[in-house]
């Protein structure tokens, strides 16, 4: 199938995905109100083979030593899959599942798998990176820009995390961690049962961020968007806490926003 823009709805809820923009969803709309920032960098992108900054953009894989492209020096960001164009495999009215086949830069070789389902009152995202040849340190995630107004109303955003990660002055974790600080934030936290972020526009939208995995980065230091990215490790984590794509196991990860109007 093509890379070609898809609508998935169901009830009053519409999402359009954009395959040939990095997989990303480029709009989310509940009742007619926009929920993400639009612009073609934002919308919510998916964050593979990592997520945030690698150091320096070099990362090891035993003795071996692989250098990324610095797309925000010093460090590389996010991976190489939002500047690609993915494939479409399959859509219905209310789902969608992209492929993205790893490449260049990218030292190995995988596929990437993407499902977004649309339900009344819920978006579930789902993304898988698989190999059949050598394995590979990856991290997978999302990068939502949820727009800070609604219909004239400011977000508030509340969670309760074990931890924040240390932020060094080169924006990546030291290694240490320390209790949770007051925003604002551009900061990787540490939540051991899953990750459960709420962001409220009192008086009109309730939206749970929700997720298995134990981290997520929360960015609220511009006006016009917060993002709530849960991920399957910390920023640096291709070095630090890196997890293995292997033949025998993919790595997985699924994130859920459930809304509700107030």
């Known amino acids: 199938m093509s890379n070609e823009p898809i609508t998935l709805t169901a009830g009053d809820a519409e999402a359009t995905v954009l395959p040939g923009n990095g997989g990303r969803i480029g709009g989310l709309r509940v009742g007619g109100t926009e929920l993400l920032r639009q612009g073609e960098r934002y919308g919510c992108f998916p964050m593979v083979p990592w997520c945030g900054r690698i150091r320096d953009g070099r990362f090891s894989d035993g003795a071996v030593v692989h250098q990324m492209?610095?797309?925000?020096?010093?460090?590389?960001?996010?991976?190489?899959?939002?500047?690609?164009?993915?494939?479409?495999?399959?859509?219905?009215?209310?789902?969608?599942?992209?492929?993205?086949?790893?490449?260049?830069?990218?030292?190995?070789?995988?596929?990437?798998?993407?499902?977004?389902?649309?339900?009344?009152?819920?978006?579930?995202?789902?993304?898988?990176v698989e190999t059949y040849e050598s394995s590979f340190p990856a991290q997978i995630g999302w990068h939502p820009w949820f727009n800070r107004i609604l219909d004239g109303t400011g977000v508030e955003i509340a969670f309760d995390p074990s931890w924040q990660e240390e932020r060094g002055d080169d924006h990546?974790?030291?290694?240490?961690?320390v209790a949770p600080k007051p925003g604002p934030w551009d900061d990787c936290f540490g939540m051991p049962d899953g990750v459960d972020v709420t962001l409220t526009w009192p008086g009109r939208l309730e939206l749970k961020v929700t997720s298995p995995e134990q981290w997520v980065v929360v960015y609220d230091e511009q006006e016009a968007a917060v993002c709530v990215e849960p991920q399957t490790g910390p920023p640096n984590g291709l070095n630090t806490l890196p997890r293995l794509v292997t033949p025998l196991e993919p790595l997985e990860a699924t994130a859920t926003w459930a809304w509700r109007r107030l």
């Open 69 to 128: 492209p610095l797309n925000s020096p010093p460090h590389a960001i996010h991976g190489t899959a939002r500047d690609a164009a993915w494939r479409t495999a399959r859509a219905t009215a209310n789902e969608a599942v992209l492929t993205y086949d790893l490449t260049e830069p990218w030292p190995y070789t995988g596929r990437v798998t993407q499902v977004i389902a649309l339900a009344e009152d819920a978006l579930t995202l789902t993304m898988s």
């Open 172 to 177: 990546l974790p030291t290694g240490n961690r």
